[in-house]
């Protein structure tokens, strides 16, 4: 059994400011240290239902966040950007049996979490299908175009609930709640013991379960903050001016879809 893992940190336990998510900043030590544990837990949790391979994505910011050496031996880590379509789940293809997604968080436009946003803070609000999207559900999408299912996602309360909406056979893990630019959170071991159960749990369920459906076609929508960014991006082939702020596409491929984000 092949097993992916992509990990980001702003849904890590603890992690409730922007400083602590950047490189370089002084209490981004802390948040890292504990985006090792869970995701090391996750690794664990896998080894332990039987996965003969298990590959990480550092999928946060510069994609240098991990440390290798505190991962298990048997784990391969992706860092930095290739860049390429696939984005948070660089390298997931038809070989991998399941992924899970560490350290997930609410998704722009919403009030779930003092860090929501979706694959940039350029963006207001995506949506596909008329659905308000997070990186959870455009990466959950992704693992499916690949027949891949994603058995377990782990990160604050609001994107745990999202996820169960699209994929209730799957398994999370809340590490926390938010209010407002506050976050109400279980402690980090706690965090790490939880999410290494429900790793191990998830592999032993049915994983075809867990395979999202996929819609035959596909109409994305993206609110940009500044209208400048949107007439740039109305210029990409096939892409649609719907208002100021907001640009459309549409295809019946989602990579294309993905295509159109990563130059979005």
């Keep these: 059994m092949k097993v992916y893992i992509s990990a980001d940190i702003e849904g890590i336990a603890g992690v409730t400011h922007w400083d602590e998510t950047e490189l370089g900043k002084g209490v981004y030590v802390q948040a890292q240290e504990q985006m090792a544990a869970e995701v090391a837990a996750a690794c664990e949790g896998a080894l332990e239902a039987g996965a003969s391979e298990v590959w990480v994505k550092d999928a946060h910011d510069t994609g240098r966040n991990l440390v290798h050496a505190r991962l298990p031996r048997q784990v391969k880590l992706v860092r930095g950007w290739a860049p390429h379509p696939l984005m948070m789940m660089q390298e997931l293809d038809e070989t ?27 963006w ?3 949506r596909i299908n ?25 990160g604050d309360q609001a994107v745990c609930n999202e996820f169960q909406t699209f994929n209730p056979s799957a398994r999370t893990v809340a590490v926390k709640e ?17 999410t ?13 379960a867990c395979l ?32 100021d702020v907001t640009v ?15 130059f979005a």
């Design 96 to 122: 991998f049996s399941a992924a899970a997604l560490i350290g997930c968080h609410a998704r722009a436009g919403s009030d779930g979490s003092p860090l929501a946003h979706t694959m940039t803070t350029e």
């Design 124 to 126: 207001a609000e995506v």
């Design 130 to 154: 008329g659905q308000a999207a997070s990186e959870c559900l455009i990466n959950t999408m992704a693992a499916a175009m690949l027949g891949v299912p994603v058995v377990l996602a782990t």
């Design 178 to 194: 938010c209010r407002g630019n506050s976050t109400i959170n279980i402690h980090p071991e706690e965090a790490v013991e939880r």
């Design 196 to 208: 290494r159960t429900a790793m191990a749990e998830a592999l032993r369920g049915d994983l075809r």
């Design 212 to 243: 999202m459906p996929m819609p035959a076609r596909f109409d994305v929508r993206i609110t940009y903050k500044k209208n400048a960014q949107a007439q740039r991006v109305s210029f990409y082939p096939g892409a649609e001016r719907i208002d």
């Design 248 to 262: 459309g596409f549409a295809s019946d491929s989602y990579f294309e879809v993905l295509r159109f984000f990563l």
